[in-house]
Nanobody, 122 residues
Framework: QVQLVESGGGLVQAGGSLRLACAASGRTFSSLIMGWFRQAPGKEREFVARISRSITDTAVADSVKGRFTISRDNAKNTVYLQMNSLKPEDTAVYYC???????????????WGHGTQVTVSS
């Protein structure tokens, strides 16, 4: 079993930056593909970014490309999401997730954190 705990959310002005972290418990973190998703009020949960076990392969959603970067430290059982040039439309609850498939569908991820709120003011 893997438990995920996100941190780093908060309130930031448009154009600002935040760095989210997701700490994982358990021995299987390095075997998981890790992803970040977000859900805004009244909207479906959407893919933001994912990173492979070996860190060599990453993918980000078109809506955040060039602004968000995903990374991970397997020695620390932690995955990060660096968010720059934030926009009001990035406001959402951000979730980290772990799974075994390199896909963007939330349903493919087995482990989820409880989420951290990111609010971007205009």
């Amino acid at each position: 079993q893997v438990q995920l705990v996100e941190s780093g959310g908060g309130l930031v002005q448009a154009g600002g930056s935040l760095r989210l972290a997701c700490a994982a418990s358990g021995r299987t973190f390095s075997s998981l593909i890790m992803g970040w998703f977000r859900q805004a009020p009244g909207k479906e949960r959407e893919f933001v970014a994912r990173i492979s076990r070996s860190i060599t392969d990453t993918a980000v959603a078109d809506s955040v490309k060039g602004r968000f970067t995903i990374s991970r430290d397997n020695a620390k059982n932690t995955v990060y999401l660096q968010m720059n040039s934030l926009k009001p439309e990035d406001t959402a609850v951000y979730y980290c997730a772990g799974g075994r498939l390199a896909v963007t569908a939330p349903s493919a991820y087995n482990y989820w954190g409880h989420g951290t709120q990111v609010t971007v003011s205009s």
